[in-house]
């Protein structure tokens, strides 16, 4: 139950933080122009793309995920990244089937729909707006590779510059994909990197809790 408190606890935290910039540029900009929902991309996905398109997509997130960075790693950084308790996914650590509500509240809201309101709804649109889609998307998976070198950096984890470089190039490719699949492929809706950056924070924590 503390568990689940927690990621509750995190969830709202994280959506409050998340959204908190959207929402105000919206309130005083663009309130009288659109909903807000609408505007930061939380609507109906539409496939705006060939399907093979959506299908080379899939098989290129498929292999990407399941590249394992951490194979450059060395034993001792990875040990140490293990035991820290302020990695938020070493809570889920050998508790099998009792991560698995908490593990869905914090990887689909306070990381999925709390990070993508902020970087695929808000900055991505934003930017592709004023730069172009490409350079848009660019742009923002840079900003989402560089916010998890931060948070390691705020949680005074010393990891490396190396390490620091893998996870910026991994978080960063992700965002690069997540970009491309909501504003190339579908029509511009945040729900389909919601379900894919979820999913794959939630498989990731199920293996940590079952391992």
């Given at each position: 139950m503390e568990l689940i408190l927690s990621s509750?606890?995190?969830?709202?935290?994280?959506?409050?933080?998340?959204?908190?910039?959207?929402?105000?540029?919206?309130?005083?900009?663009?309130?009288k122009e659109e909903r807000f929902f609408q505007w930061i991309g939380l609507y109906k996905p539409r496939l705006k793309s060939k399907w093979w398109i959506l299908l080379v997509f899939a098989i290129l997130y498929y292999f990407f995920y399941n590249f394992d960075f951490t194979q450059f790693v060395d034993s001792e950084t990875l040990a140490?990244?293990?035991?820290?308790?302020?990695?938020?996914?070493?809570?889920?650590?050998?508790?099998?089937?009792?991560?698995?509500?908490?593990?869905l509240i914090e990887n689909f809201i306070a990381n999925g729909t709390a990070e993508e309101i902020l970087y695929r709804g808000f900055l991505c649109k934003r930017l592709c707006k004023k730069t172009g889609i490409v350079t848009?998307?660019?742009?923002?998976?840079?900003?989402?590779?560089l916010m998890h070198n931060v948070l390691y950096i705020v949680a005074g984890l010393d990891v490396g510059l190396?390490?620091?470089?893998?996870?910026?190039?991994?978080?960063?490719?992700?965002?690069?994909?997540?970009?491309?699949?909501?504003?190339?492929?579908?029509?511009?809706?945040?729900?389909?990197?919601?379900?894919?950056?979820?999913t794959g924070n939630f498989v990731a924590s199920m293996l940590i809790a079952f391992a």
């Open positions: 509750v606890t995190t969830a709202i935290v994280n959506l409050i933080v998340f959204s908190l910039l959207p929402v105000l540029w919206w309130f005083f900009r663009h309130r140490y990244i293990e035991s820290s308790s302020a990695v938020s996914a070493n809570a889920f650590a050998g508790i099998g089937a009792a991560a698995i509500l908490p593990a848009g998307i660019i742009v923002q998976a840079v900003l989402f590779g190396w390490y620091h470089t893998l996870t910026f190039l991994f978080t960063g490719t992700g965002a690069l994909l997540l970009g491309w699949l909501n504003e190339k492929i579908f029509n511009g809706s945040i729900i389909p990197s919601i379900v894919l950056h979820g």
